[in-house]
């Protein structure tokens, strides 16, 4: 049995989720889901089997302040929810890739697979993996935003006059708070603050496989047409793949109903991608 959950005690709380083991020195992946995504949504467990069908090892992980707990696919836990934002994801992300050595040993290489807003952990995470030493090989952005800075004039107002907005998730019909210190990286997220993406991906020395779908109705494509302008020449091996008739979660949804042409067009150009690394 290659499926193996696990509980990571991390400062922040709390990090479960599923580490597939494909066998030792085989690549590892680690799973950066986005916004109101966690380990069991629709197409990652699918991601999950195909990467350990094709010998690459893998970890997906449940943010400590996701709101979900265990197996479960309802938020439970909203008043962590409402305390989560863009520097805990990143915190958490960096414990993972801290607990390789000792959690998950024995990997040829290891890759974050980042997805939407997972793509803004991802990108501050490397810059401070490469910083202390920690193993980072390279990252998948897939369909992922090149800045937080996309809520309308008149949500920011809302956001920061009642310091909580609620966004509707219409599969749980849950009211899901957005809480301050969000609120806070949103702004800091445009010009010179410290939370836009643009100068970390520029100064980012690993490769990036940039994966966008050209209908995206959540994170447009011009999303990773910037990722992948400001980091073109930082690696031989970025490239930039086109996901032709593909939505934000590339026609899948949740619960997942089977693969389709758009999904299996992403794992395979990953899987090749991270087999040359």
Known sequence: MDRHPFQLNSPNGPINGIYRNAGSETPLVVIANGHNGFYNYGMFP??????????????????????????????EELDKYGKNCRRLEKEDLLFV??????????????????????GIATVFAAKE?????????????????????????????????????????????????????????TIASRGTGSWNPE????????????????????????????????????????????????SHTLNTKHPFEGTNPELEDFLKTTIEWIRNS
């Open 97 to 118: 890739l801290e607990q390789v050595e000792t959690s998950f040993p024995h990997h040829s290489s290891v890759n974050i697979l980042a997805h939407s807003m997972g």
């Open 129 to 185: 993996a490469a910083e202390k030493g920690i193993k980072l090989d390279g990252a998948v952005l897939l369909n992922c935003l090149s800045t937080l800075d996309v809520r309308s004039v008149e949500v920011m107002e809302k956001w920061k006059r009642d310091r909580v907005w609620l966004i509707r998730n219409n599969r749980t019909l849950q009211d899901l708070p957005q809480g301050e210190e969000y609120l806070q990286e």
């Open 46 to 75: 699918h991601i999950q089997q195909t990467l350990v069908e094709n010998g690459i090892s893998s970890v997906a992980f449940n943010y400590s302040h996701s709101g979900i707990v265990g197996e479960n696919d309802f938020f």
């Open 199 to 246: 100068p970390i991906v520029r100064s980012l020395r690993i490769p990036l496989l940039i994966a966008h779908a050209d209908t995206d109705e959540s994170v447009p494509i011009w999303h990773g047409e910037r990722l992948y302008e400001w980091s073109k020449r930082n690696h031989n091996r970025t490239h930039f793949h086109l996901i032709k008739n593909g």
